[in-house]
């Protein structure tokens, strides 16, 4: 029995496989999720859990050297919040985000219901 960190046996073993620069993309409700790239679908009921919970709890677990974002992100809510936990950001189209998901090793999905709260985070080293 884990004693603290992510429960989710699917999501725990899914984020010990990732190596440095691996990108997860950590998405919305309404993100298109792409074919092929493994899902850890989170979302019970629009905002159960919140983008920034499940950011919160992979920032404990992990660790991201930066993130991509959505341009539009930059005068929403999930701006603000990535702002406050990154300070390298990479801003692109959201339609190139979408491309960009493609790429991910992993794709969680939130049950967040705001625009434009998704993030590329790339994975660094601990050491």
């Given amino acids: 029995m884990k004693r ?4 989710n046996a699917d999501l725990s073993g899914a984020l010990a496989r990732l190596g440095h620069t691996d990108i997860v993309l950590l998405a919305d409700c ?3 999720i792409p074919a092929g790239v493994p899902v850890i679908d989170l979302a019970l009921v629009h905002g159960v859990p ?3 919970q499940v950011l919160d709890a992979l920032l404990e677990e992990m660790v991201f ?3 991509v974002v959505a341009e539009e992100a930059k ?3 999930a701006g603000v919040w990535l702002a ?3 300070d390298a950001i ?5 339609a190139e985000l979408k491309d960009l998901s493609a790429s991910a090793k992993l794709f969680i999905r939130s049950g967040e219901a705001t625009p ?3 993030a590329a985070l790339v994975c660094g080293v601990s050491f």
Avoid: K, V
């Fill in 90 to 94: 990479e801003y692109i189209s959201h």
């Fill in 50 to 52: 919140r983008f920034e």
């Fill in 75 to 77: 005068t929403a809510p």
């Fill in 30 to 32: 309404g993100m298109p």
């Fill in 84 to 86: 406050d936990r990154f």
């Fill in 116 to 118: 434009f709260a998704n």
């Fill in 65 to 67: 050297q930066s993130c």
């Fill in 4 to 7: 603290r960190g992510i429960l």
